[in-house]
């Protein structure tokens, strides 16, 4: 049996107890990605040598008392937009196809603190910008329940690589859905916390005022633990928040008597697959029989959320990647004429066809005569749906539903229409716009045997909340190992 079969707090638990090390933990890692990496392809690197030489070093420090967390010596794969020093960071695209970042992302130093071992860099849609992991530089990721089917994305490697158990957890970045919508195609368990609590420092931005890093684990325990290590008030961000309570594993507890659960009527209408409505109404008899309160509610303007989105995030994408220009970072065009051709030839040649319709799109929306029409006007958008959700939280604790509105869909299926992929956004994207926590909770298959995931939404600031209601419910259920990782 793998040690990759554990869960990252198990397998830390035995590491601490010196029953194996964290040199074999890994060694079990890399042994797993050799053997399921190329049908799969989770990971963009993997550097074995530096994994093994950390691991080694991790273990001493161990074995000395150094190092006593939870995560110490246990395995983490990084999504491929989260800069790590010396190591390639490619963000999945042409562009940064040789980026060495001289720094490391504060998120994941976090984690190297907390003694946890980076393994590699996984595979993700090119700037994060997808919901299949198509958009790659470096070819799809396929999903470990079935390689015909798409992972989701944009953290489809991340979420892949923990489904496939190539790695013991995985960090990933939620824009607009991106660590919610792969974890439930993949049958994970990740959170997106609230916009702040984790540094963006070292995070390849995409759209700015949405993006936060966060856990993808075997379950709600681990993401408890790993968002405990990657948490901070970073003065390295200034949109890092100062947070009043760093234990999120505190509420870890099998009780959700009395907490009051709102179901969006309006996520549960035309649009949303059967046999996925059907495991997600199942999931909220578990959660009323163990004492929550549930009410069904109008979350209005849930509509309003996609266009408002795809305007804001391609807006701040147009400014964010004006800086890959074939000067300072990756790849420069060989023959160019003058500067501006230089420029010009570099980033037609390294962006790939979705990131080139984003910049065009956000570089539109931008423009003087169209930026109230359009950017104004989503802005204004963005803060009606925050205050749809704070009259929401009102009333409720915890918001009910599902994470996508269908399983994976095949490879393939989803790039030839854009807005249709856009549209199978619908659940996740809101909650980025008003800053909340989300988590995606595996709750059951559908007929092709592909993981449906519940999403749980909480108040700002209130991860609490999601984690107890997640946990509860996933004491009702063994996690279910994906046949291909045995
Ligand atoms: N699918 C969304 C997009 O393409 C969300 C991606 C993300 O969260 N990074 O923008």
């Not at 006593?68 to 940064?96: F, H, Q, R, W, Y």
């Not at 590699?120 to 919901?131: H, I, L």
């Not at 420029?343 to 956000?362: Q, W």
């Amino acid at each position: 049996m793998s040690l990759m079969s554990l869960t990252a707090v198990e397998l830390g638990k035995k590491i601490a107890a010196g029953e194996v090390s964290a040199v074999e933990a890994m060694k079990d890692a890399l042994a797993q990605a050799k053997r399921l990496d190329d049908t799969y392809n989770c990971y963009v690197t993997v550097d074995e040598e530096a994994a093994l030489r950390e691991a080694e070093a991790v273990q001493q420090r161990i074995a000395a008392g150094e190092l006593t967390g939870p995560l110490a010596g246990v395995p983490v794969a990084i999504k491929d937009n989260m800069c790590t020093e010396g190591m390639l960071t490619t963000c999945s695209s042409k562009i940064l196809y040789n980026f060495k970042p001289t720094y490391t992302a504060e998120a994941v130093l976090n984690l190297k603190k907390a003694g946890a071992v980076v393994i590699g860099k996984t595979n993700m849609d090119e700037f994060a910008m997808g919901s299949t992991t198509e958009t790659s530089f470096f070819g799809p990721t396929k999903n470990p329940w079935n390689p015909e089917h798409v992972p989701g994305g944009s953290s489809g490697g991340s979420c892949a690589a923990v489904a496939a158990e190539e790695c013991s957890f995985a960090l990933g970045s939620d824009t607009g859905g991106s660590i919610r919508q792969p974890s439930s195609f993949c049958g994970v368990t990740g959170l997106k916390p609230t916009y702040g609590t984790v540094s963006r420092y070292g995070l390849i931005a995409y759209g700015s005022s949405l993006d936060q890093i966060g856990p993808i684990c075997k379950d709600v325990t681990d993401c408890a633990t790993v968002l405990e290590a990657i948490a901070s008030h970073d003065p390295k961000d200034s949109t890092s928040v100062h947070c009043e309570s760093y234990d999120f594993t505190a509420a870890l507890r099998d009780d959700v008597k009395g907490l009051r659960i709102g179901i969006p009527r309006d996520y549960f209408g035309d649009g949303l697959d059967a046999e996925v409505k059907e495991q997600i109404l199942k999931a909220t008899k578990v959660l009323e029989e163990k004492g929550a309160i549930l009410e069904e509610f109008d979350l209005s303007l849930v509509e309003y959320a996609i266009p408002a989105y795809y305007i804001i995030a391609s807006a701040e994408a147009s400014s964010n990647l004006a800086r890959f220009d074939g000067v300072k970072y990756g790849y420069r065009t060989r023959d160019y004429n003058g500067l501006h051709n230089m420029y010009k030839k570099s980033r037609s040649e390294g962006f790939g066809p979705e990131v080139k319709r984003r910049i065009m799109l956000g570089s539109f929306v931008l423009s003087s005569g169209y930026y109230d029409a359009y950017y104004l006007k989503a802005l204004k958008t963005k803060a009606l749906i925050k205050q749809a959700f704070d009259r929401a939280f009102a009333k409720y604790d915890v918001i009910l539903g599902p994470a996508a509105p269908t399983t994976a869909p095949k490879l393939g299926e989803s790039l030839s229409d854009p807005i249709k992929m856009y549209l199978g956004d619908i659940y996740t994207i809101s909650v980025n716009l008003a800053g909340l926590p989300g988590i995606t909770v595996p709750c059951g298959l559908d007929s092709k045997g592909l993981p449906v995931g519940m999403q749980l939404i909480g108040d700002c600031f209130k991860e609490a909340n999601i984690i107890r209601a997640a946990y509860a419910f996933e004491q009702s259920r063994s996690y279910a190992h994906c046949p291909a990782a045995e």
